[in-house]
């Protein structure tokens, strides 16, 4: 008849002596202390597996203490009587603490940044790791990604409302797109920033933000050429820049009123901010994307129709929508920037004469005079300016060397 163990007190561990040689402490079910000749305990569990006798490495005492031991000894024989051998199921965990350690929200936010920076400009991609870095990652970053919630992230995002919600907001974006990326890697499940939906009160807009300077603009251009979204909409992000027309006007053009044949863009007085018709040249660029598109809205009235319905144009929303999905915020580009981008390099950079410009933008221009220029004026000269606008911004796109803007005292002090 086999010897009845007792179980072990935590008593009679803490008071056993070592030997000159390895010592055992029984506690039943295949769990026992070790004790070394040196004076470690160690606790070991033992149990027979497909026939052979294995031994399982628990950690030490009082470390692991007899409770905690115990526990562990529970969760092991669960795994026997389910016929898995412990040994394969620690390596299972030990594998997925590994890959946990991966799947932390600052590795795979550094894993978007690392992968899209070279979509943005070398500005923006510093703001945003610092912004991650600052005022994200010492709070969750260390988090496994898919185990982070919505009222953690707002946390997060209240922390630094408090002071200031213009950065509450980039950050909120930023953190979206990780998420984002992390779902789409499999590395997550859902986007909690999602169901932050109002959650932070809104940020006046101040005014149309546009890069001004060259190196900037030509990240932006690439990004927009590399646009994964919809083909609609990708067509009107490369035609803003290269026409600088209101959002308003850009959304509502109709292919009634383009001729590309002519290379021409005729807009109605009734769609024009000031009431006056407005021709708008095209150049070859423009006209290019413009016959692409044809094919597939030129069978409807408007060039950028809704996704829902082809008898209206697309939301005043696209534009600005597929900026942010490249990454690029409010503060730094919107629909409506591209205008004040083009007003700003044509008069600094391309010393273009700024009556033509304003033309162009459909603001009230005057001749000595003081008469109004009508639609077609200067045309052939407008023509030549938007054919070179469109050829600078293939260069910029194409890493040409940008010329320097103008010094105050070239350009009259203006």
Not at 121 to 127: C, D, P
Request: charged share 25%; aromatic share 8%.
């Amino acid at each position: 008849m086999p010897k009845r163990i007792v179980p072990l007190t935590d008593l009679q561990i803490s008071r056993a002596k070592p030997k000159g040689k390895p010592t055992t402490l029984f506690d039943g079910g295949g769990l026992f202390v070790l004790i070394s000749p040196a004076g470690g305990k160690l606790w070991r569990f033992k149990y027979r597996f497909a026939g052979k006798d294995k031994l399982l490495s628990l950690g030490s005492y009082p470390e692991l203490s007899l409770a905690q031991a115990r526990t562990k000894r529970t969760t092991l024989r669960n795994f026997l009587s389910e016929g898995i051998d412990p040994v394969e199921a620690r390596k299972a965990e030990e594998a997925d603490k590994i890959a946990q350690a991966g799947n932390t929200f600052e590795t795979v936010a550094r894993d978007w940044h690392a992968r899209f920076h070279s979509q943005w400009s070398e500005k923006h991609a510093e703001q945003i790791l610092r912004r991650l870095e600052q005022d994200v990652f010492p709070w969750i970053g260390a988090r496994p990604i898919g185990e982070i919630k919505a009222p953690e992230m707002l946390t997060v995002l209240r922390r630094i409302e408090a002071r200031s919600l213009e950065t509450a907001f980039r950050v909120k974006i930023a953190c979206g797109q990780v998420f984002r990326y992390a779902v789409a890697e499999g590395r997550a499940d859902r986007d909690p920033v999602a169901d932050l939906k109002g959650a932070l009160p809104p940020v006046k807009n101040k005014n149309f933000a546009a890069p001004t300077d060259p190196k900037e603009v030509a990240p932006l251009l690439r990004a927009i050429d590399d646009f994964k979204g919809s083909y609609v909409v990708k067509c009107a992000m490369q035609l803003a820049p290269l026409l600088f027309v209101r959002p308003g006007e850009l959304r509502h053009a109709e292919w009634s009123e383009i001729d590309l044949e002519a290379a021409e863009w005729n807009i109605p007085g009734a769609k024009m901010k000031m009431g006056h018709p407005h021709l708008v040249p095209l150049p070859q660029q423009a006209v290019e994307i413009l016959r692409g598109l044809h094919q597939l809205t030129g069978h409807g009235k408007y060039v950028f129709p809704c996704t829902r319905s082809t008898q209206r144009c697309m939301s005043e929303n696209s534009v600005n929508a597929g900026l942010r999905r490249l990454g690029f915020e409010k503060s730094e580009i919107t629909g409506h920037g591209f205008r004040a981008m083009a007003r700003t390099i044509l008069d600094e950079v391309l010393q273009v004469r700024p009556e033509l410009i304003e033309h162009q933008l459909a603001h009230q221009v005057k001749d000595p005079l003081g008469r109004a220029y009508n639609r077609t004026s200067h045309l052939a000269e407008r023509r030549k300016m938007m054919q070179t606008w469109a050829d600078y911004l293939d260069g910029l796109k194409t890493g040409a060397k940008v010329l320097p803007f103008k010094k105050a005292t070239e350009s009259g002090g203006a």
